[in-house]
């Protein structure tokens, strides 16, 4: 094959890629660093272009059919959040290193449409290093799977905290000081199309707010342009499963939105 008709091939199957993967509310794709070198190599190379050394996130040409928002390539969206699991696995920076197993940074899709933030890792997720495994977890399995009709694959998963507070005790705001910047970083590179908190300590955190989680949920609230919905944590619903009700109510608001059947003014 030339390189012109190569040219021609990789950018009807990355036109493709873009139209079936289009989202609204995302600017960015996941590509393996091997596509995003292949991409760049011919994209790059031709006449007049670029040098070769520019760096992978730089933005390809627009086929000029292609109708829409402008598409960044993420070249390695999976190595920048290993990056930061890495540097979480190890990170000192309160006193709860002294006491996890091991780090629980995040599980599941990372170009999820929906990110569940819950408060802290219990001692199911501190043994096994992944978030809502437990009792509780269990409960927001059965709510993503029966109740949104989807996988914990399709989501993703993640807490306020990284390390198990002893005691399941509630984190303290010197703790949460620390930690967030990691779940920001997170929320940063998936960048969602609705975040749900879950819970008291993940809605204040993330919204900045002492306000209950009865105020806080029923409405939508705007996390750095992202929708995002409060609704209680299940650890909470296993103890209350009469506001089971209610959780299943914010549920709704959340798949009508992931549906595109509603945009919330936020
Ligand atoms: S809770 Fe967060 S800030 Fe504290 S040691 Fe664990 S990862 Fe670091």
Redesign the pocket.
Known sequence: MTSDALFQSILEDTRALLQRDRNPRKNTIALLPETAALLEGPILDQPGKAPTDTPATSTPPRPADMSGPATVVEPDLGGAIDALRLE?SG???????KT?KQ?VFGVGNLNADLVFVGE?PGADEDRLGEPFVGKAGQLLTDIIEKGMLLTRNDVYICNV???RPPDNRDPQPD?VA??EP?LIRQLELIRPRVICALGRHAAQTLLKTTESTGKLRGTWHNYHNIPLRVTYHPAYLLRKPEDKRKTWDDVKQIMKVLRGEESPAI
């Not at 990170?91 to 290193?97: D, M, V």
């Open positions: 979480v990170c000192t920076k309160c006193g709860l290193c996890r780090t802290a905290l990284k390390c703790e620390q930690c990691y």
